[in-house]
């Protein structure tokens, strides 16, 4: 969440005007009160300060921020965010991890649970992986709405395909409906990284596209800003010959490293398998207790106690 | 990042592209096939936004095919360049594709051939053509090392020169790369250089 300021430094030379001319204001009053204050013998002097006043004096700025104190700032227009952002550049942009992998007996698919906007956590329970339909998953990073409206949409052609064919899609036609989809509406803000995982004729398939119109064909991708971290755990832990349990263990430990190092994921980690006879939901686990149960707390080495003094 | 390059040697064109799909700093794919076959003859290498890539290089394959089926001959090489920069030109003040493409090509008549077309419709029939950043190295290396009527060996071996060139002197290098050959015998895939295994 990126708080707006004013360009420092056109705001520092207004506030120095605005100050001076407040100052003169103020030194007007307190003319007209010293003349009295002679009489009375009060001194005031004391209550004129240098640095403008917070409150009335400042309802001349409309923005209603204190003034900085003045010293010289580098050439940015936001000083304070500026390293961050320098790292929000190449970070990948939508905020959540998701993860799918081809092996020998099918499909894994995971995903975090977390919603974010900017640095606000607004749900961590949302469903990122989507049923498409009972042989077919889609996962969901970018835009919620987006990813939910065009995955149901992508549904209701499968299943016209299916009547109008008398025979169910391909995964590759699934996607390539999906990415022509998406290609139409480029340049026009959607915002989706998708992944569609389903078991065809052909066998397993995995399909990655995302909103800037590509379409890859994979055995292995991860999407989403904490997708760096997961490719880490992924590509050292992955084999093909790998059991249904051994492949849930590996999606689930790259989605839970992904959340403990990315802001923006989080929440339950679920994980699903998309077999030769359609998909199934195999485990819905918080990441918070996956952390104590991968790295269980250790009780501290004492080296020295206190005890009570044994007196004689 | 992403290179492709091109030459024609005696009785044939060879394209030379790298397999990365990349997404900022992400590598997604390190097999990603972008050299194309149009048709029986003819190589499409084929650079830049991914959707543009795909969906333009689709476009145009299907074309050909239609314009072969209504027709009963195969466009030349130089009538499917020209359609190309055609669809790129009319697309290029509404909705511009983002794509930069080296054509190679053989026909019967004329014999090998290679086409350069920028994404801003640029056209040029050329002996050597090379596109990304790759481009800075590729060029001069063929420049000095080529001459016209090379043998399929030579030309490899000037490929192979140009992808360690690249492998050496790009800060963030493709890993793997792919080579494909057009010659009387048709369009084929010739070899792989990888550093990884996808």
């Not at chain 1, 007209?32 to 001349?60: C, H, K, Q, W």
């Not at chain 1, 391909?170 to 990284?193: D, E, H, P």
Request: hydrophobic content about 40%.
């Amino acid at each position: 969440m990126t708080i707006f300021l004013p360009c420092l430094g056109v705001c520092k030379s207004l506030l120095q005007v605005l100050s001076r001319s407040t100052f003169s204001l103020l030194n007007q009053r307190s003319g007209l009160t010293s003349r009295l204050e002679v009489i009375m013998m009060l001194d005031f002097s004391g209550l004129e300060s240098s640095a403008p006043l917070y409150g009335g004096s400042n309802e001349l700025l409309s923005d209603g921020f204190s003034a900085a104190p003045s010293f010289d700032l580098p050439v940015t227009s936001d000083f304070d965010d500026f390293q961050k952002n320098s790292i929000q550049m190449v970070k990948p942009a939508k905020g959540t991890t998701t993860l799918a992998f081809i092996f020998k007996e099918g499909v894994m698919v995971a995903a975090d649970s977390r919603a974010s906007m900017g640095g606000y956590i607004s749900s961590q329970s949302v469903k990122k992986i989507i049923e498409i339909n009972p042989y077919m998953l889609g996962t969901m990073a970018g835009g919620a709405a987006d990813c939910q409206f065009w995955h149901r949409n992508l549904g209701i052609k499968c299943r016209l395909h299916e009547l109008a064919n008398k025979r169910r899609i391909s995964v590759t036609g699934a996607s390539k409906l999906l990415a022509n989809i998406l290609y139409s509406y480029r340049g026009m803000g959607l915002s989706v990284g998708t992944m569609i995982a389903g078991w065809d004729e052909k066998g397993p398939g995995l399909y990655y596209v995302d909103s800037e119109g590509g379409r890859l064909k994979g055995t292995k991708f991860s999407v989403g800003s904490g997708s760096p971290y997961a490719y880490g755990v992924l590509d050292s832990g992955y084999k093909y010959d790998m059991t249904i349990d051994e492949a849930a263990e590996l999606a689930r430990r790259a989605i839970y490293h992904a959340t403990f190092r990315d802001g923006a994921s989080g929440g339950v980690a679920s994980v699903y398998h998309v077999g030769p006879t359609g998909w199934t939901k195999l485990s819905v686990d918080d990441v918070g207790e996956l952390h104590y149960s991968y790295y269980p707390v250790e009780p501290t080495i004492v080296e020295q106690e206190m005890t009570e003094a044994v007196v004689a | 990042m992403e290179c492709v390059f091109g030459m024609v040697g005696k009785g044939f064109a060879l394209v030379v592209a790298d397999t990365s799909a990349v997404n900022s700093i992400l590598v997604h794919k390190s097999n990603e096939d972008k050299i194309m076959v149009l048709d029986s003859h003819k190589l499409m290498g084929a650079s830049g936004e991914a959707g543009d890539r795909a969906q333009f290089t689709e476009y145009v394959q299907k074309n050909v095919a239609l314009y072969q089926y209504r027709n009963g001959i195969p466009l030349t090489t130089k009538a499917a360049a020209n359609f190309m920069r055609g669809e790129l030109a009319t697309a290029l003040r509404k909705n511009p594709y983002m794509v930069n493409i080296v054509l190679a090509g053989f026909d019967k008549d004329t014999g090998p051939s290679l086409y350069f077309i920028d994404y801003i419709a640029t056209l040029h029939k050329v002996d050597k053509a090379a596109f990304g950043y790759g481009s800075y190295f590729a060029l001069s290396m063929m420049d000095r090392h080529y001459h016209p009527n090379m043998t399929v060996d030579e030309a490899i071996k000037l490929a192979e020169q140009c992808i360690e060139e690249i492998r050496s002197r790009l800060v963030v290098a493709p890993q793997n790369f792919v080579i494909k050959i057009v010659d009387k015998d048709g369009a084929r895939e010739h070899s792989w250089r990888r550093t990884t295994k996808d």
